[in-house]
Nanobody
Framework: QLQLVESGGGLVQPGGSLRLSCAAS????????ITWFRQAPGKEREGVSC????????KYADSVKGRFTISRDNAKNTVYLQMNSLKPEDTAVYYC?????????????????????WGQGTQVTVSS
């Protein structure tokens, strides 16, 4: 069974930066599309960024484009989300999710439909 553990969340001031990590165990991550989702209290979970298994395809929600960067290091079985120029509205629990698993390059999409595994989440709070 694939297990995902997020880390790197915390409290930062507006304009600050954080780097989130999603570390996998139980299986290799190289064939999995990975998507970062976030959920604030009282709001629905939304996709913020995704990356294909090889890293060749990435996508960002309009709200984070230009500020966030997703990357992966398959040798370390880890996916990262670099978050810069953080805003209070970025405050949420951030989750990484794996799926679909494919052996050919695909375009990733910001959707929960093909997600198979979820991490436990890490809290990001942007406040002065």
């Amino acid at each position: 069974q694939l297990q995902l553990v997020e880390s790197g969340g915390g409290l930062v001031q507006p304009g600050g930066s954080l780097r989130l990590s999603c570390a996998a165990s139980g299986s290799t991550l190289d064939y999995y599309t990975i998507t970062w989702f976030r959920q604030a209290p009282g709001k629905e979970r939304e996709g913020v960024s995704c990356i294909s298994g090889s890293g060749g395809s990435t996508k960002y929600a309009d709200s984070v484009k230009g500020r966030f960067t997703i990357s992966r290091d398959n040798a370390k079985n880890t996916v990262y989300l670099q978050m810069n120029s953080l805003k209070p509205e970025d405050t949420a629990v951030y989750y990484c999710a794996a799926g679909p698993r494919t052996t050919v390059q695909v375009m990733c999409v910001l959707s929960r439909v093909r997600v198979g595994f979820w991490g436990q989440g890490t809290q990001v709070t942007v406040s002065s």
